[in-house]
């Protein structure tokens, strides 16, 4: 069974930084491109990037590009998202997904708040 | 960026009916290497999205077959076939033809 469980996520300063993980597991994680997408409070579904099977290129949404790093470790089967001087815009559900979107994770919440 | 554009905003349906929902695109979704990627997920209440539809029209592994999409170049529209109960939530289409990815605003679909 596939499963992808992300973490890492909870309630954080504005200008703080913060790094989700996402674990995997039931398919063979290194063959697959990944992505990050988040969900806000209101429901709107935004692309965050993306990264190469191997973790040699990576795309992001030009919006997030300066303060949002994807990296991965195949050898942990394991996504990141580094994010870095977090604002109250950043305040959502953060999903890690196959770069098909055939499979997702439980998503995690993050909340950018003093 | 893509803008995509989904109506009708929300839907209600009885069991059985037929119903479908439209996206449009701002831009032709055709890609140089030929395909159009464009797919479509549902989104159940308090769940992840999955993914429905791929590539306009590729039913996704173990989605019933009531799901049908169709169009080409900037519309497109999902068809279900004889609504169940299991099938309300919220219904995104996505396009991945052009960077960044986008996803459409969202159509939720209510069972009366």
């Known amino acids: 069974e596939v499963q992808l469980v992300e973490s890492g996520g909870g309630l954080v300063q504005p200008g703080a930084s913060l790094k989700l993980s996402c674990v995997a597991s039931?398919?063979?994680?290194?063959?697959?491109?990944m992505s990050w997408v988040r969900q806000t409070p209101g429901k709107t579904m935004e692309w965050i990037g993306d990264i190469k099977y191997d973790g040699s290129y990576t795309n992001y949404a030009p919006s997030l590009k300066n303060r949002f790093t994807i990296s991965r470790d195949n050898a942990k089967s394991t996504l990141y998202l580094q994010m870095s001087n977090v604002r109250s815009e950043d305040t959502a559900t953060y999903y890690c997904?196959?770069?098909?979107?055939?499979?997702w994770g439980q998503g995690v919440m993050v909340t950018v708040s003093s | 960026d893509v803008v995509l554009t989904q109506t009708p905003p929300t839907l209600s349906a009885t069991i059985g009916q037929s119903v479908s929902i439209s996206c449009r695109s701002s831009q032709s979704l055709l890609d140089s290497d030929g395909d159009t990627y464009l797919n479509w997920l549902l989104q159940r209440p308090g769940q992840s999205p999955q993914l429905l539809i791929y590539s306009v029209s590729n039913l996704e592994s173990g989605v019933p077959n009531r799901f049908s999409g169709s169009g080409s170049e900037t519309d497109f529209t999902l068809k279900i076939s004889g609504v169940e109960a299991e099938d309300l939530g919220v219904y995104y289409c996505m396009q991945a033809t052009h960077a960044p990815l986008t996803f459409g605003s969202g159509t939720k679909l209510e069972i009366k």
């Open positions: 997904t196959s770069d098909y979107f055939d499979y």
């Open positions: 039931g398919f063979t994680f290194s063959d697959y491109w």
